[in-house]
């Protein structure tokens, strides 16, 4: 146990793309508990793109992060200290401590989790927030119907990897959308996608059409922009288009839309949302996804950064798509 | 009554704008009807932006207008001659037998109407498709709250003027967005919208800004391009926008959207529809929208054009927005 928190800042707004200088690392005093409160040495912290977001000050659907404040951020930890009743040493929590190692609560933010048979990162991503995004935007959404084409993008991700795999048990055909073959190698032959569409292969719309002779049904959407575009060319009438994230314009880059006219022609329903606000549906979300995690029928990967001073540059290689699945740094 | 039946056929496909050359006039015998069958002799056409998405044979909604045949499109005429005991001579009645004078039928395809309250021409406007259009997508679609503030482009056209003086009667800001100076006191004066952005202007988005100054909640479009993209600007969380017309780009024109970005930020949920898929709902609506008409609660200009001959050059000005309110044309 270090005897000191070391916490990561928010230093200044990024101009375009995150850099290192961004952020700031300091070493503060470790929190000290009074009556009621617990103290929680955090292992995991999670990395998810809607950061981005919040380090920019526009009007966002979050609130900004302040500046000199600590990083916000999911993590995963362990109660090392407790003077709440409902708290004992050795619980494994979820919380939202961010970037840094320790966390201190009344208890009020912080989830006891089990982790003995979905382990204690997971529920940071498939058993966590990405899982019930995907099943929020799959169910809520798109609500495929078997035999309908699902197409995800950002699909060997934490998020885009769920989605794929609930649709496939759905009865859908399901095509992702990922950069490399390597990712596409993990989409098919790992989580059972029937195919997926290499954007990085400089031929999406090609690539897309003959991954999807039917037509497309439903689209979840983590990216926007060119991939969102040949999508829209593919819709069948009446189709569902989820927009999770738009991560390919997060640093501010023009993400001009040709195909809108679908919209019309093809009456598509295309939906923002943001699953914490759907706070409502998390228990029966995380029942299932739970079980399948537990279960092994739903797989995942993670890519784990060691040590909470490569948050920084972990998260903008996860900004351009470094990571495969689940973005974590380890802190223990 | 002409000895002689006139209609106007699609001579071949617009490449770009429509021009005259697109049709063609042709004299032909007045049907004869058999058994059960009714001759209507149109008084009115109506003359509708979809129409323009009909004469591409690119993927659309609707069938693709077949060449050499009668420009498809919705009448409202008179029975002259009946041997179907449910219509007798003398009843109004509305149908879809398109550009020319006569119409025959076994009676599926027409519907009786009472002019006595709300005149013939209304049938095929604010009490009809173009109503019931409005209708659906505020209803339906935006459902407006008491308060919201709701905006409506081509706000002084048959959908557009219904689509305001519905949501004004809901309660709420209702903002138009029309072509020139004119239009827009038509829309402010007579159908009593809160305010009016007149896009020629040259500054929609400042104009809209001050015109909305809570923000939008619902957005009733039209035209799509750069109206669409402003508004998408000045979306509220949780707004709704329902996709009506694209009349912006049906020339083929390029219609990139930059401000998509919204829809997450926002949470927007858009929806593109067509009424003619929701004919569940039109004994309502019209339920609704005749009673309106006929009480005077529901205004709504005509713009006529004279002669079926001069049914091209209405409908171009009708796509260049030449007209105010409903563009008919008077076949007697």
């Known amino acids: 146990m270090s005897e000191k928190n070391l916490q990561i800042l928010l230093a200044s707004r990024p101009k375009g793309e995150v850099t290192p200088a961004n952020f700031r690392l300091v070493e503060t005093a470790i929190p000290e508990i009074g009556p009621g409160e617990v103290l929680v040495r955090n292992h995991f912290l999670s990395l998810d793109p809607y950061m981005r977001g919040r380090m920019d000050d526009a009007k966002s659907y979050a609130a900004s992060q302040p500046l000199d404040e600590v990083m916000i951020g999911g993590t995963a930890g362990e109660v090392i200290e407790s003077r709440n009743p409902k708290f004992a040493v050795g619980d494994k929590v979820i919380g939202m401590f961010g970037w840094q190692l320790y966390g201190k609560t009344d208890g009020s933010a912080i989830r006891k989790v089990d982790a003995t048979h979905v382990p204690l990162s997971a529920w940071l991503?498939?058993?966590?927030?990405p899982g019930i995004t995907a099943w929020y935007g799959l169910n809520r959404i798109i609500a495929p119907k078997e035999g309908e084409t699902v197409v995800?993008?950002?699909?060997?991700?934490a998020v885009g990897s769920v989605v794929g795999q609930l649709a496939k048990r759905k009865g859908c055909r399901v095509v992702g959308v990922a950069g490399g073959a390597q990712k596409c190698a993990i989409v098919v032959d790992e989580y059972g996608f029937d195919a997926c569409v290499d954007y990085k292969a400089g031929q999406i719309y090609a690539d897309l059409r003959a991954a999807t002779p039917d037509g497309i049904d439903g689209y979840f959407d983590n990216v926007g922009g060119e991939t969102l575009d040949a999508v829209l060319r593919r819709m069948n009438a009446f189709g569902r288009i989820a927009i999770c994230g738009l991560i390919s314009g997060y640093d501010g880059q023009a993400m001009p839309l040709q195909n809108f006219r679908s919209v019309l022609v093809n009456r598509l329903r295309i939906e923002g949302f943001i699953v914490s606000e759907h706070m409502e549906l998390w228990p029966d979300a995380l029942r299932e996804l739970v079980g399948l995690v537990g279960a092994r029928e739903l797989k995942y990967r993670e890519t784990i950064a060691q040590g909470l001073e490569s948050a920084p540059e972990a998260f903008?290689?996860?900004?351009?798509?470094?990571?495969?699945?689940?973005?974590?740094v380890r802190l223990v």
Not at 152 to 157: C, F, M, Q, T, Y
Not at 316 to 328: A, E, M, P, T
Request: hydrophobic share 45%; no cysteine.
């Open 125 to 129: 991503g498939a058993a966590g927030m």
């Open 152 to 157: 995800v993008s950002a699909a060997s991700g």
């Open 316 to 328: 903008i290689g996860l900004l351009k798509g470094r990571n495969v699945g689940k973005q974590l």
